[in-house]
């Protein structure tokens, strides 16, 4: 760097920033509950942030206590820590006290790296901003402290950033810019794990060179900026005249095929033309000889029709003349076939009948004479329940008025189960 202030940055012919190196301290409050929150959110010009309050002791006969919200606030008991304070109005008696106040918001951490050398040996400065919060805050006060924490942070940022640097040369180190800084996020989580810090998020936020570097690379930079322009435009101008050439022939090609299109659809339409007229001259003969020979073939079917009929009509003629004859002769004697074997059938039919009635008979007879001794029981048995019947259908679905004798006799064989005057 060049002399007059260390803290400014220079880059290319301008100041960039006034650098500030950020510093943890702890500082001592009378009133945490009216003023701690506004201590705890401000920051110094000279880049001090407040982690901790301290407050001054309590009255001896103090028995009400006040705990501030938003803050951690350990408590301690003739001074042996007693863990954090549930925020409100506690009734404790004086040996009771507030030992430290510690912050719950995020901070805002500024680390300046000045004069960081990288491969190829070039002094840098880089400024990395940190953002952090305090999670536990008995391991980060019993533990570590503000100001060991400050200078913890402050040597473990600075190497960090060293190492980094140191792995890129001044073409590349700009690169470190951005989300570049995980590595170095993760190193500080592990490094403060059991502090009660946890850190969230690490960015490097600027990267300057020296500034004849600086006005170097700006002077190349500009330089193969406009090489860049003038190849391009010579590029443009290279596409512009071949694109022009390349649209000329290309309007020199399609007159040509148009030129060749438009000559083969004049020949085509010539060779249509011939084969159509050829094609009408072959068609009209045809027509002409088809017409001729169909009148020749009306002719002859006419006449060759005409004397088809005639034979047909004398054919039919003498054929039905015939017919008539042969169907009277014939209808005659097949009548007097008929009528004979008629009489015949009937008379042979009329004999069978009277010997098969005369057999019927004769059988019955003897069988009458055989079985009139046997069947006289079974039939008067047999007629007898047939009365009984006739008499049960009338006693069950009878409707009439049995009034007079008739009425008595119907009664009377009812209850006899006979229609006799004999008892059954």
Not at 120 to 144: A, G
Not at 220 to 237: F, I, N
Not at 287 to 301: F, N, P, S, T, W
Request: proline share 3%; hydrophobic share 40%.
């Amino acid at each position: 760097m060049s002399g007059g202030d260390p803290n400014v940055v220079k880059g290319g012919h301008a100041k960039k920033k006034k650098l500030v190196h950020s510093r943890c301290v702890q500082v001592r409050c009378k009133d945490v509950v009216a003023n701690g929150l506004s201590l705890l959110s401000s920051k110094s010009q000279g880049g001090e942030i407040p982690l901790v309050l301290i407050p001054e002791g309590r009255s001896v006969a103090s028995i009400w206590m006040e705990v501030p919200t938003g803050v951690f606030c350990l408590m301690q008991k003739f001074g042996k820590d007693i863990g954090p304070a549930l925020p409100g109005w506690h009734l404790y008696p004086a040996w009771y006290r507030i030992a430290y106040v510690v912050t719950q918001q995020s901070v805002c951490y500024d680390a300046p790296v000045l004069c960081c050398p990288t491969a190829d040996d070039v002094r840098v400065s880089v400024d990395v901003t940190l953002v952090f919060h305090i999670v536990d805050p008995q391991k980060f006060i019993y533990r570590l402290g503000a100001k060991n924490f400050d200078e913890f942070l402050s040597g473990t940022v600075d190497e960090a950033i060293r190492m980094l640097v140191r792995k890129e040369t001044h073409k590349t180190v700009y690169a470190l810019r951005g989300e570049r800084a995980d590595i170095m996020l993760k190193m500080l989580n592990d490094k403060f794990l059991n502090a009660g810090v946890a850190f969230k998020d690490c960015k490097v936020t600027s990267v300057w060179l020296p500034d004849a570097l600086a006005n170097c690379l700006e002077i190349t930079t500009k330089m193969g900026k406009g090489m860049d322009v003038r190849v391009t435009e010579c590029v443009y101008d290279f596409l512009n005249i071949k694109l022009g050439s390349e649209m000329q022939i290309e309007g020199i090609r399609r007159a040509q095929e148009q030129t060749l299109v438009a000559e083969a659809g004049k020949k085509r339409q010539a060779e249509l033309q011939f084969e159509q007229r050829s094609v009408k001259a072959e068609a009209d003969g045809e027509c002409d000889l088809i017409q001729a020979r169909g009148k020749i073939e009306v002719a002859l079917l006419t006449t060759q029709t005409d004397l088809d009929r005639t034979k047909q009509r004398l054919e039919t003629w003498r054929v039905s003349t015939v017919n008539e004859k042969e169907t009277s002769t014939d209808a005659k004697r097949v009548q007097a076939d008929l009528d004979c074997e008629k009489e015949i059938i009937r008379a042979t039919w009329r004999e069978e009948e009277m010997i098969a009635a005369a057999t019927i008979t004769k059988c019955e007879a003897g069988v009458e004479a055989d079985a009139i001794a046997s069947l006289a029981a079974k039939r008067e048995h047999d007629l007898l329940l047939r009365e009984k019947t006739i008499l049960e259908k009338l006693a069950t679905k009878g409707s009439f008025n049995l009034i007079g004798s008739s009425g008595d006799h119907l009664i009377s064989a009812m209850l006899k189960g006979s229609l006799s005057d004999k008892t059954a």
